[in-house]
Each structure stands twice: as C-alpha cells, then as structure tokens.
C-alpha cells in the first residue's frame, strides 16, 4: 500500500501510450522545461500520450542523419514535437511506447537551417 501523500501518477487508457525516458538528458530537459513552460508541457504529454504517430506542423519525423535511433540493436524512426518559444521534443515509438530520447528548452543546434 502506498504512503499518504504519495502522487498518483494519471492513469492511460488501453489505447494510450507510456510516455519513458530513453536517456539522462531528456529526463533532465523534462524538469528543465517543465520549470519554464509547465501548460505547454502537459499539452505536449497529451498529445504523446494519444496520437504520437500523427504528423502535423508540430509533430513529424526528423531528416538526414537524425531520422533514425538505434537502442538496443534496433532502428527506430525518430520524431520531434515542437512546443512554444523553440522548445523539442525527440522520441521514437516503440508499440506502446513513446521514448522521449532529448528534451530541450530552446530549438536544438543541430536541426537549425
């Protein structure tokens, strides 16, 4: 039995994803961004959570080299969510689940054109 006080973490549906952390880095620029854009962060959350797969102006797969990731022996198209003020997310799903492999606060170096 938990303790008084402990969170309860939001239940998914069935057909919902698990959102994990793929990397020390991401966990990090979760809190990081969470700090700074908590109302964008969880409408990020919901999306992820629901449709991850869905490519929109905001969510779509990244090019070139960054296209895919290779965890545990296996390749996996790599994604990016765009939030406000140039915040990214960059995740792979995997049945699922969603990944979260980077989370930066500002538009990440590598993708600027």
Known sequence: MAKRS??????LRKSEFKVVFGTRQA????????????????DAWE?????????????????????????DGRTHEQGQHKLAGGARIWFYVEEMEVVLIRVSTNHPHETKT
């Open 27 to 42: 966990a990090k620029g979760w809190q990081d961004l969470l700090a700074v854009q908590r109302g964008v962060v969880v």
């Open 47 to 71: 999306f992820l959570t629901t449709r991850p797969c869905d490519r929109t102006a905001d969510n779509y797969p990244l090019k070139d080299d960054l296209a895919t990731v290779t965890r």
């Open 6 to 11: 402990s969170r309860v973490e939001r239940p």
